[in-house]
């Protein structure tokens, strides 16, 4: 964001080329990161339209779209689906909530709406509603839904899931802390906070996994475990944007309700950006 609280789109194109350079495998804009909650139906998809022109096509651009209103997730979606991005994030009802068949109902009614792929996402600590295992297993038979990012940290469900769903539901881990312990149950990447500041190291986790080189790919997990950790020392996205501001990216602070990050965070992420031996400036 500027610092009148618009959004920067200069710094999110410079952003989406960062990435690409480093070799992240896709992008994902307006999720929780990007502080989709905060933006209104014009800035959402002006954020999309920035990001599809900026990524010119070289990695897939995944579009959160997701709502606790089916008929605006569908609205949202076909609008992102016009500017060319190539999926979409769908984060699960939050407040109004629903049961295990109203879920079902919803993801299968947004996915029979478009033409893209679809990737569910369960995350229970924000929304309060938690996909379980027979319900991934429902929601795989339907051929638009092409993935889950996984983020409640239960890892029997998600082994439940995963021996349930076989290869029909590719997961992801949407905690950058279980990246590898889910790749060892047959995940299928992460979708991750982390990557926003070392993409290159996120992508290396993951490939050198599948390459086989499974300690390589601990040890990798390991080294970027402190700096994983400090980027939830508070409510995401408030440490990882001033951990990019530390850095000299500057991301500015998050809308409200967010606030600027306490010193004593600040400090961790800064020590945590050392460790990890990234490059810090002496204020922000």
Known sequence: MREDGSVNFPLLEKLVQYQIAHHTDAII????????????????????????????????????????????AIELSREAEKLGVDGFLLVTPYYNKTNQRGLIEHFFTIADHVNLPCIVYNVPSRTGVTI??????????????????????NFSAIAQTMMLCGDELPIYSGNDDQIVP??????????????????????????????????????????????????FCDVNPIPVKAALSLMGIHAGRCRLPLPAPNGKDLARIRDALLKAGLPVMQCC
Do not use: M, R
Request: hydrophobic share 40%; aromatic share 4%; proline share 4%.
């Open 182 to 231: 889910l790749l060892s149950l047959g995940g299928a990447g992460v979708i991750s906070v982390l990557a926003n500041i070392v993409p290159e190291a996120v992508h290396e986790i993951c490939q050198t996994y599948f390459e086989g080189e499974c300690e390589l790919s601990a040890q990798l997990q390991k080294q970027y475990l402190e700096l994983a950790q400090a980027l």
């Open 132 to 153: 379980q295992p027979e319900t991934y297993l429902a929601l795989s038979k339907h051929p638009g839904i092409a993935g889950a990012k996984e983020a409640s940290g």
């Open 29 to 72: 804009v307006c999720g929780t990161t990007g502080e989709a909650p905060t933006l209104d139906d014009e800035e959402h998809l002006a954020a999309i339209a920035c990001v599809v022109q900026a990524a010119e096509k070289q990695v897939p651009v995944i579009a959160g779209t997701g709502s606790n209103n089916t008929k605006h």
